[in-house]
């Protein structure tokens, strides 16, 4: 039975207030390095609503089929990899490199139900490319470009890449755009300076969501 939209939306915030706080403390908890962290309730009703929107936007562009599982724990990834780098300037491996497994898993269901293999196998080869350049990003200009952000590209690289190539140069663009914007806004209202650190997760994951956002896709 199929569900209607007003229905889907409301079981997909209902989703988003249960797991918002827990990413919350997963969150402030990473980025501490402590166990027994409590998040703000600040905090907790803003990584709950990037939640709902995130979860809301993957169903509203796919539907319901396995690929959406993909866009769905992606978006719970982001927020956590986001919150966790703009705390700390880190970007876990713990949160990383499951959201890439889980991913990659899904979009293969999604081949094997759907027969989106062509979507896949590029998935995959833009996945490669986008962490083969990140690679060198990082040896160029390690200060600027940790291997955080280079294994942040490799889960972008598989989600956007699936897309298409060109949403995914798209998606990296916008993120490099919204990270210098940002850098400039800081400079001018004297909050960093031309030698502080600033992070490219939210930046690259900002990228990322407005491109999808936008509709800048093409279904395989």
């Given at each position: 039975?199929?569900?209607?939209?007003?229905?889907?939306?409301?079981?997909?915030?209902?989703?988003?207030?249960?797991?918002?706080?827990?990413?919350?403390?997963?969150?402030?908890?990473?980025?501490?390095?402590?166990?027994?962290?409590?998040?703000?309730?600040?905090?907790?009703?803003?990584?709950?609503?990037?939640?709902?929107?995130?979860?809301?936007?993957?169903?509203?562009?796919?539907?319901?089929?396995?690929?959406?599982?993909?866009?769905?724990?992606?978006?719970?990834?982001?927020?956590?990899?986001?919150?966790?780098?703009?705390?700390?300037?880190?970007?876990?491996?713990?949160?990383?490199?499951?959201?890439?497994?889980?991913?990659?898993?899904?979009?293969?269901?999604?081949?094997?139900?759907?027969?989106?293999?062509?979507?896949?196998?590029?998935?995959?080869?833009?996945?490669?490319?986008?962490?083969?350049?990140?690679?060198?990003?990082?040896?160029l200009s390690p200060d600027?470009f940790g291997f955080g952000?280079?294994?942040?590209?490799?889960?972008?690289?598989?989600?956007?890449?699936?897309?298409?190539?060109?949403?995914?140069?798209?998606?990296?663009?916008?993120?490099?755009?919204?990270?210098?914007?940002?850098?400039?806004?800081?400079?001018?209202?004297?909050?960093?300076?031309?030698?502080?650190?600033?992070?490219?997760?939210?930046?690259?994951?900002?990228?990322?969501?407005?491109?999808?956002?936008?509709?800048?896709?093409?279904?395989?």
């Amino acid at each position: 039975m199929e569900l209607s939209r007003p229905v889907l939306l409301g079981v997909v915030l209902l989703v988003a207030v249960a797991v918002g706080p827990w990413l919350a403390r997963v969150a402030v908890r990473l980025a501490g390095r402590d166990p027994a962290a409590v998040p703000s309730a600040t905090r907790v009703g803003v990584m709950t609503a990037l939640l709902a929107g995130l979860l809301a936007g993957a169903v509203e562009l796919l539907g319901l089929r396995p690929a959406t599982a993909a866009l769905a724990w992606g978006a719970g990834a982001a927020v956590v990899l986001g919150a966790v780098d703009l705390l700390c300037h880190r970007l876990p491996d713990r949160v990383t490199y499951p959201a890439v497994a889980v991913c990659a898993a899904a979009l293969l269901v999604d081949a094997a139900v759907l027969g989106t293999w062509a979507a896949f196998v590029r998935a995959l080869a833009a996945a490669a490319v986008a962490f083969a350049v990140g690679v060198v990003a990082a040896v160029l200009s390690p200060d600027g470009f940790g291997f955080g952000d280079v294994k942040l590209l490799l889960l972008l690289g598989l989600v956007l890449g699936w897309f298409g190539w060109g949403v995914l140069m798209t998606g990296i663009f916008f993120g490099l755009l919204t990270g210098a914007l940002v850098s400039l806004v800081l400079l001018a209202t004297r909050r960093a300076g031309w030698r502080t650190a600033i992070p490219f997760g939210p930046p690259l994951l900002a990228g990322a969501v407005l491109v999808l956002s936008l509709g800048a896709v093409s279904l395989t």
